[in-house]
């Protein structure tokens, strides 16, 4: 079974920091670019972040640019998603999600990933 499982997710006050994980099992992610979703209460899932097979290529939505980082460790088959200088704006359950790509060097976030997990809340509030 191929399952995807992330972690790290809490309540957070303003300007605090989280660490997300995102771990698989039953495949190995370095054959897959990984993106960061969230979806806030009441609002459409968005693409936070994401990160080539390679971990050479990343990208960012606009509002996270500068405080978060997205990283790999293909030999630990995860993936990190380090939130700094968190706002409220931020809280919602955030979800990793796989896509296998031939190129190590691009990546997406793209709603039709092929594998998604069940998501970790943030919550960042006072």
């Known amino acids: 079974q191929l399952t995807l499982v992330e972690s790290g997710g809490g309540l957070v006050q303003p300007g605090g920091s989280l660490t997300l994980s995102c771990a698989a099992s039953?495949?190995?992610?370095?054959?897959?670019?990984i993106g960061w979703f969230r979806q806030a209460p009441g609002k459409e899932r968005e693409g936070v972040s994401c990160i080539s097979r390679s971990g050479v290529s990343t990208k960012y939505t606009d509002s996270v640019k500068g405080r978060f980082t997205i990283s790999r460790d293909n030999a630990k088959n995860a993936v990190y998603l380090q939130m700094n200088s968190l706002k409220p704006e931020d809280t919602g359950v955030y979800y990793c999600?796989?896509?296998?790509?031939?190129?190590?060097?691009?990546?997406?976030?793209?709603?039709?990933?092929?594998?998604w997990g069940k998501g970790t809340l943030v919550t960042v509030s006072s």
């Open positions: 999600a796989a896509l296998k790509l031939g190129s190590g060097n691009v990546c997406f976030m793209y709603l039709g990933m092929d594998y």
């Open positions: 039953g495949f190995t992610l370095d054959s897959y670019a």
